[in-house]
């Protein structure tokens, strides 16, 4: 009977903290883009409210 490998269990464990911190960084990465097309779609609505002259959908947009 052999001793078993006391490294093997800790590269388990360094992987696993690259699992997480990768989930971490993609998680930031998806709420960064979430962040980015909020604003692209509300600038997109700004210009068409403006384009058709829709005052009422502009001001809501722009919070006034």
Known sequence: MSN?????????????????????EMNNLINELEAFNKRNYKDAAIDVALDTRDYE????????
């Open 57 to 64: 959908a502009f001001y809501k947009l722009v919070g006034r």
């Open 4 to 24: 078993p490998n006391p490294f093997h269990e800790f590269v388990g464990f360094l992987a696993k903290i690259g699992e997480a911190y990768s989930e971490a």
